[in-house]
């Protein structure tokens, strides 16, 4: 361990820091004390609490939108029956987690990370932190072998800005998933969802419940396959394999299964896209029509197909109470939404699920010998297997964007 604790109050030296107390930051640790355990280290943590996505996001209906048997630790397997998880069960399996194997105790809540310099004569990272932990926030310095981020990729300040004709002219209530407030009553009220991906697929259900009525309002469609919150063979699988063996034969279940359907998207798209549709069209209700809401321009895992556990994005449908609309927007007024068509949808509230906004790294400045290293197609960064490696320094980054599945 060559790193140990400067004699001077504000800097502090250690091998690894990691960036995020979110999964990937508590698997990063998991790593570290395991598999080089003389390597001292921290976990940086920008908010006050863990569990990145999982304990940001407060919209009804947060849920993965990717097993957790493949999405979660491979040394803590999920023990709870649903593939498909809500937001609070994956919070819980992260806390559970991050206390069980000590990592909770390395984590620096309200640490934020502003800037990282990396040294070539001394091989080793300056980082410059705001510690807020206090009434009154200082800056600190931090020297580390190794700097490994698990920030995410998108900002937690603000989300993706999106033109949206006239908005200004509604009077009711306009919410961004990434910011709902809480305590905001909907029940009884009409919400217009504008958007199309996981986020949207994910509200109209879980609105629907207590609404009058929900409709989701898409530009183009998507597509949406149901599959059981409950997977009868991974039940079986765990109820004859000890935790730990059921827990790999399941993973590796799910991800063959994953690559084949996907493969079979790949070299056989119209056959593929023929396939969801006609499974799609028979979860509708008769008053909705496949075309044009469920019949996209692209071909399967052109873009990423959305899931909807136990078929619930279409028994919202089939209740009369969740709704679907496909067209532009051309106006509002102070109660509804005009579209090109001539269609009209009246609203007390409407949702913008209109995207997050790309910030890598969480925004840390980067510096490689006095250099300002940007983060662009320009820039001379090396990008392989899903990691970032700068100027081949020692850094490492887990901002992997998934196409099909978290493996």
């Known amino acids: 361990n060559i790193y140990t604790k400067a004699a001077t109050m504000d800097l502090e030296q250690v091998d690894v820091v990691i960036v995020g107390a979110g999964l990937s930051g508590i698997n990063a640790a998991h790593r570290v004390q395991t598999q080089v355990s003389n390597y001292s280290y921290i976990i940086l943590e920008s908010r006050e609490s863990i569990g990145g996505t999982w304990g940001f996001f407060k919209y009804p209906g947060l849920r993965s ?25 994956i919070l819980e399996y992260i806390k559970d987690t991050a206390h069980e194997f000590g990592i909770d105790s390395h984590i620096r809540y309200k640490h934020k990370l ?7 004569s001394s091989a080793c990272w300056t980082l410059n932190v705001t510690d807020s932990s206090a009434s009154d926030p200082t800056e600190k310095h931090i020297k580390a072998k190794f700097v490994f981020f698990c920030t995410g990729y998108y900002s937690y300040d603000e989300a993706l800005p999106s033109i949206i004709p006239g908005i200004d002219q509604f009077k009711g209530t306009v919410v961004h998933p990434q910011f ?3 305590g905001l009553d909907y029940e009884n009220k009409k919400i217009v969802i504008i958007g199309s991906g996981a986020t949207a697929i994910t509200l109209l259900p879980n609105l629907s419940e207590k609404a009058s009525q929900v409709t989701m309002l898409q530009r183009s469609p998507s597509y949406i396959v149901g599959l059981p919150a409950v997977d009868k063979a991974t039940m079986l699988i765990r ?7 059921a827990h790999s034969v399941i993973r590796f279940k799910n991800a063959l299964i994953g690559y084949l359907f996907v493969t079979y998207c790949k070299y056989f798209p119209e056959r593929a896209k023929k396939m969801i549709i006609r499974e799609t069209e028979k979860l509708l209700p008769e008053n909705i029509p496949v075309s044009p809401h ?63 906004k790309i910030k890598l790294l969480g925004g840390v400045q980067l510096e490689v ?13 090396i990008a ?24």
């Open 65 to 89: 939108d990717s097993d957790v048997f493949t999405f979660g630790f491979p040394f803590k397997p999920w023990t709870k029956d649903k593939s498909i998880a809500d937001g609070a069960s």
């Open 114 to 120: 502003n800037k990282a310099s990396f040294s070539s």
């Open 180 to 182: 709902w407030p809480d």
């Open 239 to 245: 109820s004859i394999l000890p935790a730990h063996t």
């Open 294 to 356: 469920f019949t996209p321009k692209y071909y399967p895992w052109q873009q990423r197909l959305c899931l909807c556990p136990d078929g619930d994005f279409f028994a919202a449908l089939r209740s009369g109470k969740g709704n679907i609309a496909t067209g532009k927007i051309r106006n509002f007024t102070e109660n509804s939404v005009q579209l090109e068509n001539g269609d009209e949808i009246e609203a007390d509230i409407v949702v913008t699920a209109t995207g997050l």
């Open 369 to 381: 010998d006095g250099k300002i290293v940007e983060i662009n197609m320009r820039s001379e960064s």
């Open 384 to 407: 392989f297997n899903g990691m970032i490696l700068l100027h081949k320094k020692r850094r490492c980054n887990t901002d992997r964007w998934f196409l099909n599945r978290s493996w």
